[in-house]
């Protein structure tokens, strides 16, 4: 079984995604070990709780600085003994002890296309401004290993979704959503528990 950590700031569609593709079956390589949030009063928590997996809060606003938050994340990732740690809009610069340690098997959903609107103060709804600005006709979703830099890692799988004429930020965002990101997802914590993902030399090989 492949133990499953979900880290989440927010929401948490993505984690509600990976919690019904673990109810309807599709997830049988992989347990839904501990959610993690950032954010106290993160609606992901409730939807933790209502599926009874365990819900942790790591706040910030808890610690006297950024050492004393990285070392207390750390800390409770690692309890959990996680195989795999998703990131399903969390909102963190994760600590690089934590990154080499996890290598490989810390994954991130973006909402675009990968090289496309992303990296530095590409989160959230920017990300489909930024889309809508440039005119782009098509977008979608990624879903990447997590290295030192800002949406940098090893792309695992990427779905295009098409803008249409009259998009605003919000309805781009949910029909990424809908069309990708919550497939994407689910699909890729299963191809990893299966075992049919590969890393080499930085490129990802779904076998
Ligand atoms: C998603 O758009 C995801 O791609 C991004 O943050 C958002 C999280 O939404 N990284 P939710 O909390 O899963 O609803």
């Known amino acids: 079984m492949l133990r499953v950590i979900i880290c989440v700031s927010g929401g948490g569609t993505n984690l509600q995604a990976i919690i019904d593709a673990k109810a309807a079956g599709k997830l049988e390589n992989a347990e839904l070990v501990r959610v993690i949030s950032n954010k106290k009063g993160a609606y992901a928590l409730e939807?933790?709780?209502?599926?009874?997996?365990?819900?942790?809060?790591?706040?910030?606003?808890?610690?006297?600085?950024?050492?004393?938050?990285?070392?207390?994340?750390?800390?409770?990732?690692?309890?959990?003994?996680?195989?795999?740690?998703?990131?399903?809009?969390?909102?963190?610069?994760?600590?690089?002890?934590?990154?080499?340690?996890?290598?490989?098997?810390?994954?991130?959903?973006?909402?675009?296309?990968?090289?496309?609107?992303?990296?530095?103060?590409?989160?959230?709804?920017?990300?489909?401004?930024?889309?809508?600005?440039?005119?782009?006709?098509?977008?979608?979703?990624?879903?990447?290993f997590v290295d030192e830099g800002t949406d940098t890692g090893p792309i695992i799988i990427q779905k295009p979704v098409a803008v249409q004429e009259g998009d605003t930020p919000e309805i781009l965002q949910r029909r990424v959503m809908e069309e990708a990101e919550w497939i994407l997802l689910p699909e890729v914590i299963r191809l990893i528990a299966a075992g049919r993902i590969h890393v080499t030399e930085g490129r990802v090989y779904i076998k």
């Open 47 to 144: 939807r933790a709780e209502k599926a009874g997996i365990e819900s942790v809060c790591v706040s910030p606003k808890d610690f006297p600085d950024r050492e004393a938050f990285h070392e207390a994340l750390l800390k409770t990732v690692e309890e959990a003994a996680p195989d795999l740690i998703v990131l399903a809009g969390f909102l963190v610069v994760l600590p690089k002890e934590m990154i080499s340690r996890y290598r490989n098997r810390i994954i991130n959903i973006h909402p675009s296309l990968i090289p496309s609107f992303c990296g530095n103060g590409y989160y959230g709804l920017k990300v489909h401004e930024a889309a809508l600005a440039r005119g782009v006709k098509v977008t979608g979703a990624t879903v990447h």
